[in-house]
């Protein structure tokens, strides 16, 4: 299971990272740079368009291995779930069901999120306060205050959404997995 998140990841997140190398190699830290590209020619467009498209196909490629964990708790290796989830993923009724699902299912998320970050606001005076105290760091306290809520909401959404997600995954695998005849 663990291999199938790893190639997953493998094969999702270069695109979008080699996008965000390659255009500061050639404009440096701002596009704004007269040199080497000029602005409004057509490689000056590339490089600004690349991260938005480096974006689309990263999330096309993780909507298409989406179904691959459930595949991998089915029995099939790391490289044949991903195989799997491809094939299933990119059939007529099988990328519409995984948008229609993947949608609601990442605004689920979204504003669990959302909630429980919220509800975690009250931890910033008490993790400032007791940082403070231990270490004298007032600078590291105060960055511990502002993250400690985005942490603890961030675990807490996931302690809540991925038991749904995934099961609501893996009931859409089946659902899209053709039946044998015996």
Same mark, same amino acid.
């Given at each position: 299971?663990?291999?199938?998140?790893?190639?997953?990841?493998?094969?999702?997140?270069?695109? #979008?990272?080699? *996008? %965000?190398?390659?255009?500061?190699?050639?404009?440096?830290?701002?596009?704004d740079?007269?040199? /080497?590209?000029?602005?409004?020619?057509?490689s000056?467009?590339l490089?600004?368009?690349?991260?938005?498209?480096?974006?689309a196909?990263?999330?096309? $490629? &993780?909507?298409?291995?989406?179904?691959?964990?459930?595949?991998?708790?089915?029995?099939?290796? #790391?490289?044949?779930? %991903?195989? &799997?989830?491809?094939?299933?993923?990119?059939?007529? #009724?099988?990328?519409?069901r995984?948008l229609?699902l993947?949608? #609601?299912? =990442?605004? $689920?998320?979204? =504003?669990?999120?959302? %909630?429980?970050?919220?509800?975690? $606001?009250?931890?910033?005076?008490?993790? &400032?306060?007791?940082?403070?105290?231990?270490?004298?760091?007032?600078?590291?306290?105060y960055? !511990?205050?502002?993250? !400690? /809520?985005?942490?603890?909401?961030? $675990? !807490? *959404?996931?302690a809540? *959404?991925? /038991?749904?997600?995934?099961? !609501?995954?893996?009931?859409? &695998?089946?659902?899209?997995?053709?039946?044998?005849?015996?």
């Amino acid at each position: 299971m663990l291999a199938v998140y790893a190639l997953r990841g493998l094969a999702v997140w270069p695109l #979008p990272l080699l *996008t %965000l190398a390659v255009p500061e190699h050639y404009v440096g830290d701002q596009l704004d740079t007269p040199l /080497p590209l000029e602005r409004g020619s057509w490689s000056y467009e590339l490089v600004a368009a690349s991260p938005a498209v480096a974006l689309a196909v990263a999330v096309l $490629l &993780r909507l298409s291995l989406t179904l691959a964990p459930a595949a991998a708790a089915g029995g099939l290796g #790391p490289v044949a779930a %991903l195989r &799997r989830s491809w094939r299933l993923t990119w059939t007529r #009724p099988g990328g519409a069901r995984v948008l229609a699902l993947a949608l #609601p299912l =990442a605004a $689920l998320t979204a =504003a669990a999120l959302r %909630l429980t970050v919220q509800l975690a $606001l009250p931890l910033r005076p008490l993790v &400032r306060g007791l940082l403070e105290d231990a270490t004298g760091n007032f600078f590291a306290a105060y960055y !511990a205050d502002i993250l !400690a /809520p985005i942490a603890a909401g961030a $675990l !807490a *959404t996931s302690a809540l *959404t991925l /038991p749904v997600t995934c099961t !609501a995954f893996a009931v859409l &695998r089946t659902r899209l997995t053709p039946r044998t005849v015996t």
